[in-house]
């Protein structure tokens, strides 16, 4: 038996018995002690929830119910001014003040994980790190889908905000008339919900927003600055805006380029060769997770599957290119796809996304 049980089991049994002998409100003993015991098992239960709260949270909820009662304490006096005499006003009063200090209490709750009390010292200092592990999520990776692979990892914790106005952009989309958008929206909702069931995250959604910026990415970028966020996007532009307002930016999709499999010049790799390139005699291929490959000398082998020599390999801000060069006298040929070594192409799934990014950096180098 810990020393925790001991004290709550002598709190509760000092309270029976206090009231037991006091009988408070003209109740016999027993009934006394039963009331004790009641209020007893419910102070022990609210203990056992509060201490689970981040000190954030506390000193949120304790400012919120200290407002919540200074409000209706100014409304009571309204109250008693416009309602003299009226045999309903203690009534009223009491209904006021329960129903102010509820509210401040569940708002400052709510809010609470958003006081910075780094600003404070001394034993907040502490509360720098854990600021610093919100990240807000924008409504393109919201839609993306890939957040929540992420999350079911384990490798992103912590709380992801959700601004109000982000909602209503995703709500939009998913009420378009536009049978594709409508479906985006709703995928964008059902990953929401996805990641609210996750017991290792906490998912808020944020009241604040900012009418004197003219869209929802400034929005974001001033949302980040105040609290200090970090953004998590796939939006190259957003990206770039926020770099330059000095806000940090967690990409999804140079993450996906940091995953891909390191190819270096000299390999040999398999690859189906789709379509012919822009520059003479050349041949485009994907690998799965979207990559271009632009082959030299493999145009007269489209719809073909062929061994090729790394030449080069090109990282942009868009993705990954790799540019390999076919020699017919050492390199295999084969006349419909076939299944290449592991250790050649990636395992995951070809992902629309990475393909146009990779297809954008293409005809730029083009």
Known sequence: MNYLLIIRILFVTLLVAAAYFLKPFGLSGP?????????????VVFESRVKEISMKRLIGGAVGSV???????????????????????????VAVLLWMTYVGLVVGVSKGDMLNLAAFG???????????SFKILDTSVIIDGRIADIAETGFLDGTLVIPQFVLRELQLVADSPDALKRN?????LDILQRLQKMSHLNVQILEDDYPH???????????????????????????????????????????ANALKPVVLPGESMRVFILKEGKEHNQGVAYLDDGTMVVVDNA???????????????????????????FDERIHGVYDKAAPSDKQDRPERAPHREAGVASSQAGRSQS
Do not use: W
């Open 31 to 43: 009934a006394a002690a039963a009331v004790g015991l009641g209020l007893g098992a419910a102070i």
């Open 67 to 93: 407002l919540g009662i200074l409000g209706a304490y100014l409304m009571s006096l309204v109250l008693g001014s416009a309602m003299q005499g009226h045999p309903s006003l203690p009534f009223l009063q």
């Open 122 to 132: 001394g034993i907040f200092g502490g509360e720098k790190t854990a600021q610093q």
């Open 184 to 188: 985006r929206g709703r995928r964008g």
């Open 213 to 255: 910026a003219r869209d929802v990415d400034m929005k974001l970028i001033e949302l980040a600055r105040e609290y200090n966020c970090k953004i998590i996007t796939n939006d190259f532009n957003l990206n770039k805006m926020a770099q330059l307002h000095g806000v940090e930016v967690l990409n999804i999709n140079e993450l």
């Open 299 to 325: 145009r007269r082998m489209i719809s073909k599957t062929i061994d090729i020599t790394v030449t080069s390999v090109l990282q942009t801000t868009a993705g990954k290119m790799i540019f390999g060069k």
